[in-house]
Every structure is written in structure tokens, then in C-alpha cells.
Nanobody, 123 residues
Framework: QLQASGGGLVEAGGSLRLSCKAS????????MGWFRQAPGKEREFVTA???????YYADSVKGRFTGSRDNAKNTVYLQMNNLRPEDTAVYYC???????????????????WGQGTQVTVSS
């Protein structure tokens, strides 16, 4: 299971750090992804963190968001800076066995999802 937390209400320009703690599996052996879904929109890719700590980002968040992992805590993080109203969404962490690098941005390749945490950015 994946447990996401850290969402909240923040003003534009502010920061939040999301956490995703895994239980029953060791995150160090998995590629991990962050996705988000705004009301009325498709769930979209935000960030992926590879087993080796490499990161990939959607263009919309490059330079503002940073993905990381702490294997000792079995947790991955999403540091979000300079937040914008368009970042408002429910944020999900996800993973799956057998993910390959070329598929990290594809939500259909992830089969294990956390429950989501709401991020609201006011203008």
C-alpha cells in the first residue's frame, strides 16, 4: 500500500512537500511516480523517481518541483515550490512492478496507487 500525505491550502508562490510512504513493499526496488488530477481533467504525469534516484518531470513543473526518495524511511517525496493556481489537484503516488524507464510517464502502466492528497493553490 501507498499512503500519500502533505497536501493542503497554500497561496500562489508558496511551497508544499508531499510524502508517499510505502508499506508491504520496499520502495528502493521500485520506480515511483507522482500524478495529479484536477476536477474535470484527466490524471496527468507529474514526476517519476527511478530506483537509482533519477528523476523525470512534466514540462509544466520543471524547475519548480523536485522528486526524491529516502529508502531508509521507505518514502518518496515531492517538493513543490512556486506553486500556481493551475497546480490545484489531487496528487497521487503510484508504482508497479516491471515499470520500464520509457513508460514512467504513462499512468496506465501503474497498478498500485495511493489514496491521493488534495493540493489547493489560491491566487
Amino acid at each position: 500500500q501507498l499512503q500519500a500525505s502533505g497536501g493542503g491550502l497554500v497561496e500562489a508562490g508558496g511551497s508544499l512537500r508531499l510524502s508517499c510512504k510505502a508499506s508491504g513493499r520496499t520502495v528502493s526496488t521500485y520506480h515511483m511516480g507522482w500524478f495529479r488530477q484536477a476536477p474535470g481533467k484527466e490524471r496527468e504525469f507529474v514526476t517519476a523517481i527511478t530506483r537509482n534516484g533519477g528523476t523525470y518531470y512534466a514540462d509544466s513543473v520543471k524547475g519548480r518541483f523536485t522528486g526524491s526518495r529516502d529508502n531508509a524511511k521507505n518514502t518518496v517525496y515531492l517538493q513543490m515550490n512556486n506553486l500556481r493556481p493551475e497546480d490545484t489537484a489531487v496528487y497521487y503516488c503510484a508504482t508497479s512492478a516491471g515499470l520500464i524507464l520509457s513508460s514512467l510517464g504513462l499512468k496506465d502502466q501503474y497498478h498500485i496507487w495511493g489514496q491521493g492528497t488534495q493540493v489547493t493553490v489560491s491566487s
